[in-house]
Nanobody, 126 residues
Framework: QVQLVESGGGSVQAGGSLRLSCAAS????????MGWFRQAPGKEREGVAA????????FYAASVKDRFTISRDNAKNTLYLQMNSLKPEDTAMYYC???????????????????WGQGTQVTVSS
């Protein structure tokens, strides 16, 4: 059974940093896709960043490019999202997602991911 557990959220001031972690158990696929999505109140869930684990390709939403970095530690089976220069508009619930069939996954489309974590809240104050 696949389980994704996020941690690392919190409250920071604008310009600060946070690192989110997603510990994956029961998920050992090497050619899938793992990503981070976020959802703010009243808004749709949006793709933030993703990594295709087989080839190591990474993708970012334009709004976070050059500020956020996605990475994966295979030994720990953990996905990370390093978030720097945080802005109030980054405030949202952040979700980790994974799917073993990387070839079919559009990294930005939540419908393509089979497994989800419960989310961790990130709040950025101005």
């Amino acid at each position: 059974q696949v389980q994704l557990v996020e941690s690392g959220g919190g409250s920071v001031q604008a310009g600060g940093s946070l690192r989110l972690s997603c510990a994956a158990s029961g998920y050992t696929y090497r050619s899938g896709c793992m990503g981070w999505f976020r959802q703010a109140p009243g808004k749709e869930r949006e793709g933030v960043a993703a990594i295709y684990t087989g080839v190591g390709s990474t993708f970012y939403a334009a709004s976070v490019k050059d500020r956020f970095t996605i990475s994966r530690d295979n030994a720990k089976n953990t996905l990370y999202l390093q978030m720097n220069s945080l802005k109030p508009e980054d405030t949202a619930m952040y979700y980790c997602a994974a799917d073993p069939l990387g070839y079919k996954v559009r990294w930005y489309d939540s419908r393509d991911f089979a497994y989800w974590g419960q989310g961790t809240q990130v709040t950025v104050s101005s």
